[in-house]
């Protein structure tokens, strides 16, 4: 089965910079990467997330870039803000025309800002 | 729509009693999920229902544990009898159904389950 591998598992930043946090998948028939970002004593939300026919995306501060051949995708979070300090799990799913794939999860990413 | 519902949002129980965690999904999603969180072990999913049939249960720990999806409104996650190990924070997710370009899964605010 698949398996994601996520680093770092902790992450502080000075308000204003960037994080970057990134994963790696082990199955190349995964076509599909979201993010969750979770804030403490919250359910996952999703927060965007690529599919494989694209390299890259962006929504606003936040982007992720996929690369197949390696089979690494990372999160990228610009100019960051106390409201960004949660935990963020990356996740990898084969979705396939007759059905939604179940997620595998990464161990979650703790990112805290500083001020 | 309110989301995904479920109960108790708290559960403190007894190392073997049989403990009943309840979710209802979003309504119009044919994927249901239930998801185990601990600090140990992380985000782990436990089995997945398609249509109200059981996909993968894989990743249900033991035979203590069951669920079921009586109708496409109510699935239900059972212990029985609880450990102390089973102390975690129990999540459902729904997702919308075949066909749909989105496949983000919407959790449930979760049931923290602890065993005495």
């Known amino acids: 089965g698949e398996n994601v591998e996520q680093h770092p598992s902790t992450l502080s930043v000075q308000e204003g910079d960037s994080a970057v946090i990134k994963c790696t998948y082990s199955?190349?028939?995964?076509?599909?990467f979201p993010w969750y970002k979770q804030e403490l004593g919250k359910r996952p939300q999703l927060i965007i997330d690529i599919r494989s026919n694209v390299g890259e995306k962006k929504d606003q501060r936040i982007a992720v870039t996929l690369n197949k051949t390696a089979k690494h995708f990372s999160l990228h979070i610009t100019e960051t803000q106390p409201e960004d300090s949660a935990v963020y799990f990356c996740?990898?799913?084969?979705?396939?025309?007759?059905?939604?794939?179940?997620?595998?999860f990464g161990t979650g990413t703790r990112l805290t800002i500083i001020p | 729509d309110a989301g995904v519902i479920q109960s108790p949002r708290h559960e403190v129980t007894e190392m073997g009693q049989e403990v009943t965690l309840r979710c209802k999904p979003i309504s119009g999603h044919d994927y249901l999920f239930w998801y185990r969180q601990t600090m140990m072990r992380g985000l782990e999913l436990l089995i997945y229902f398609n249509n109200n049939v059981p996909i993968d249960d894989s990743g249900m720990p033991e035979d203590r544990f069951s669920a079921k999806m009586p109708n496409a409104s109510f699935s239900t996650l059972k212990i029985q009898p609880s450990e102390p190990r089973d102390s975690a924070v129990y999540f459902c997710?729904?997702?919308?159904?075949?066909?749909?370009?989105?496949?983000?899964?919407?959790f449930g605010p979760g049931t923290r389950l602890t065993v005495l």
């Open positions: 199955d190349s028939a995964s076509n599909y």
């Open positions: 996740a990898a799913s084969m979705v396939e025309n007759f059905g939604n794939e179940k997620l595998t």
């Open positions: 997710a729904s997702s919308l159904p075949l066909g749909s370009s989105y496949n983000e899964q919407f």
